[in-house]
């Protein structure tokens, strides 16, 4: 059974950075379309980015263009979300999650999530 550990969250002022790690264990990692998703307080859930099997192919949300950057190392069964000039509205809690497809909303599997707190 694959389970999904995400690390890395905090609080952090706007401006700053964090760098997501979700760490997949369970069976082999290889064939395995990933992505981050992120749900704020009262809001729904929402797809942050996602990237292909060998990582070739990445998607992000308008939102978060050219500011988060997605990737995987396979033989370490990992996958991160690099976020680089956080807003206060990128507070949430992000979750790590195997696609049912690339570009899926939905997943098949889900981590626990972290938390993600942008200050102003």
């Known amino acids: 059974q694959v389970q999904l550990v995400e690390s890395g969250g905090g609080l952090v002022q706007a401006g700053g950075s964090l760098r997501l790690t979700c760490l997949v264990s369970g069976q082999t990692f290889g064939p395995r379309h990933m992505g981050w998703f992120r749900q704020a307080p009262g809001k729904g859930r929402d797809s942050v980015a996602g990237?292909?099997?060998?990582?070739?192919?990445?998607y992000y949300a308008d939102s978060v263009k050219g500011r988060f950057t997605i990737s995987r190392d396979n033989a370490a069964n990992t996958v991160y979300l690099q976020m680089n000039t956080l807003k206060p509205e990128d507070t949430a809690l992000y979750y790590c999650?195997?696609?049912?497809?690339?570009?899926?909303?939905?997943?098949?599997?889900w981590g626990q999530g972290t938390q993600v707190t942008v200050s102003s």
């Open positions: 990237i292909t099997v060998t990582g070739d192919n990445v």
């Open positions: 999650a195997v696609l049912d497809y690339y570009g899926s909303k939905t997943a098949s599997i």
